[in-house]
């Protein structure tokens, strides 16, 4: 029987400065900061989390070509996307792209699109 993949438990972002990424996660999107083992932090929300790999920093030699700003991850949220806007205005945080139609993993969604400090985008949805 083939491997089946069941859910999705963590990503790992290479970032340029880990306490700015916290504060923006913390600030802009609610998630919390832990440190998992010493000098190693992720941010939780819901039943996930997201492993912070500073760049020039060795964590792991299976690393290959870490680079800050690659990433592309999307955000759940019941939060009606007006709201989101006012949230995101308030904390000084552009919006790229938004709210516009996209296609998620199980539904469609309504996103708006902004970038983290690393320039990593950043979409938050509402499913439609």
Do not use: W
Not at 11 to 24: C, G, H, M
Not at 41 to 66: M, W, Y
Not at 78 to 105: F, I, N, S, W, Y
């Amino acid at each position: 029987m083939p491997l089946t993949v069941q859910s999705l438990d963590h990503v790992v972002l290479t970032v340029a400065s880990i306490p700015a990424t916290i504060a923006f996660y913390e600030r802009v999107l609610g998630m919390q900061a832990r440190e998992f083992k010493p000098g190693r932090h992720a941010l939780h929300f819901g039943a996930q989390k997201i492993n912070l790999h500073e760049v020039g920093t060795v964590v792991d030699p299976n690393v290959r070509h870490a680079t800050a700003g690659s990433g592309d991850l999307c955000f759940l949220t019941r939060t009606p996307l007006d709201e989101v806007l006012v949230h995101l205005a308030a904390e000084g945080v552009a919006v790229v792209q938004g709210p516009v139609g996209a296609t998620g993993a199980q539904h469609r969604l309504r996103s708006v699109y902004i970038y983290d400090p690393d320039e990593n985008l950043i979409e938050i949805a509402n499913e439609v």
